[in-house]
């Protein structure tokens, strides 16, 4: 793919991720309901990041580990295969801190008297407290599940089809509090401009104190969560099913010579 098309997309998918996980953070502010209930709520309106990506069309870093099978079949070398890694990534987290910026400018956190904010600020503040060993095992499965779902959707025969077969493993990757890198990209900058930049008025509605949420920090966005989350993520979506389903189907076939 061209360089200026794929910067696009992925900057594109960044900011359908964060969509969703905005959605997500909305609709589980506020108390009311068991929290089982919340979390499979949360989870199904958060695929509607992935289901912008696929059906809309995008260029998402953790579906994009599964390009390792045409590495694996010698049609891409490794080198490219990594800058393409690269860029997507890149271009998700530009889409995604831009659309959290524009968000967070709208005042969506002052809603519910201020709920959602505290519950974005919640949500940053558990990403952040992770352990990195703990960090990277919950990227695995995040990850895992998010690529079984693009596989199952790339069998699909219409949009009806592929939404089905998202809905699923997305909701529970998120129910089960699995770490996906690009969707922190939104949760924890989120937490981060909150606690930054809201005025005191927010505070004093949603009822917590200003200047806490000690963990909810950039330092600990990218060292403690970003970097480990990435590592797992790469490991479930590229060696767990990636690297599975091609030694199952494609292993030992032959292949043309690999692209530059």
């Known amino acids: 793919m061209h360089f200026d098309r794929l910067v696009v997309l992925s900057v594109l998918a960044g900011a359908f991720i964060s969509l969703g996980a905005m959605f997500s953070t909305v609709v589980t502010a506020g108390g009311g309901i068991a929290p089982g209930v919340a979390r499979v709520l949360g989870g199904l309106v958060f695929s509607l990041g992935l ?3 696929v059906v809309a069309g995008a260029e998402l870093f953790t579906g994009n580990t599964l390009a390792v099978i045409a590495t694996a079949s ?3 070398r490794l080198g490219a295969l990594l800058k393409g890694w690269l860029i997507v990534y890149v271009g998700n987290f530009v889409g995604a801190l831009l659309t959290t910026l524009v968000i967070y400018w709208s005042g969506f956190y002052n809603g519910g008297g201020g709920a959602v904010g505290a519950r974005a600020l919640e949500i940053a503040a558990t990403k952040t407290s992770l352990g990195f060993r703990e960090a990277v095992l919950l990227g695995v499965l995040a990850n895992a599940l998010v690529c079984l779902a693009i596989w199952l959707a790339m069998s699909a025969r219409s949009v009806t ?3 089905f ?3 699923f493993p997305i909701t529970a990757f998120v129910a089960a509090g699995f770490e996906h890198s690009i969707a922190n990209m939104y949760f924890i900058p989120a937490g981060l401009f909150i606690k930054a930049w809201s005025p005191h008025s927010f505070w004093a509605a949603a ?4 200047g806490g949420y000690p963990t909810v920090t950039w330092r600990d966005f990218f060292v403690g ?3 480990p989350v990435t590592i797992g993520n790469i490991i479930g979506g590229a060696v767990l099913v990636g690297l599975v389903y091609w030694f ?3 292993r030992g076939q032959d292949a043309p010579a690999a692209s530059p």
């Open 74 to 76: 010698r049609r891409v």
């Open 248 to 250: 199952v189907y494609l």
């Open 51 to 53: 289901i912008l990506v």
């Open 207 to 210: 009822g917590i104190k200003s």
């Open 161 to 163: 089809d592929k939404v």
């Open 165 to 167: 077969a998202i809905v």
């Open 225 to 227: 969560n970003l970097l």
